[in-house]
């Protein structure tokens, strides 16, 4: 039974470029979170998505991100026209969505804008 | 004010101390709560779920206290490898179960 699956495990992309995050999530779990991680700083909520439904978008960023978690397939976190202050860890955890359930994280996408 | 909120420490602990620390929540409808460990550079992973009667696991205490609206994670006989962040989450119903996670606190074990 796989866990969380992110990749790429590290991307560099140059500014202005745009950075596609995949996270496939555990058998059986149909709810996705994505957290951003900056060095020396804690987890940033950015996302939480149900399959073909976004439930809370609260800590995405106005303009340039976005994040869909299709029928089929991983969910995807976009970062388009990326700018050096978009280099973080970003994670993706999973959960059955269900009150008592834990979440499961992947090892994260180190992205990297020069 | 954060919905959850936990003190960034650090917490200096020699080898072999026992080391608590609390995490508290604002919104009374919180539903279930866990913790979590990150060490340097890697992915979260869950340490223990909490029950609201406390729970052990080794070392590891976690208390609930509705009343008063926080968690508490409690380190005995702390080892060198207990060094890393430690994540208060807590899952609120209302709002889809959607986990929220504490800014952690971090614990350091020195010899």
């Known amino acids: 039974n796989a866990g969380v699956m992110q990749n790429p495990r590290h991307l560099v992309r140059r500014r202005g470029q745009e950075a596609r995050l995949r996270c496939s999530p555990m058998k059986g779990h149909s709810h996705v979170y994505w957290y951003r991680q900056l060095p020396e700083e804690g987890l940033k909520f950015m996302v939480y998505l149900q399959k073909e439904n976004i439930i809370d978008e609260s800590g995405m960023p106005k303009e340039r991100f976005s994040a869909e978690f299709p029928k089929e397939g991983p969910s995807i976190l976009r970062i388009q026209q990326v700018v050096r202050g978009d280099s973080a860890a970003y994670f993706c955890?999973?959960?059955?969505?269900?009150?008592?359930?834990?979440?499961?994280f992947g090892q994260g996408t180190r992205l990297t804008v020069v | 004010r954060k919905e959850v909120e936990q003190d960034p420490g650090p917490f200096n602990v020699p080898e072999g101390a026992t080391v608590a620390f609390n995490c508290t929540y604002s919104?009374?409808?919180?539903?279930?709560f866990f913790w979590y460990r990150q060490d340097c550079r890697k992915e979260p992973k869950l340490l223990m779920s909490?029950?609201?009667s406390g729970n052990e696991d080794g070392r590891f205490t976690a208390q609930l206290n509705r009343a008063s609206q926080y968690i508490s994670l409690l380190i005995r006989d702390s080892k060198l490898s207990d060094s890393a962040t430690y994540l208060c989450?807590?899952?609120?119903?209302?709002?889809?179960?959607?986990?929220?996670f504490g800014g952690g606190t971090r614990v350091l074990v020195k010899p």
């Open positions: 989450v807590v899952n609120i119903k209302a709002a889809g179960n959607k986990l929220t």
């Open positions: 909490v029950y609201s």
């Open positions: 955890a999973s959960s059955q969505g269900r009150g008592n359930t834990e979440a499961f």
């Open positions: 919104n009374s409808a919180s539903q279930s």
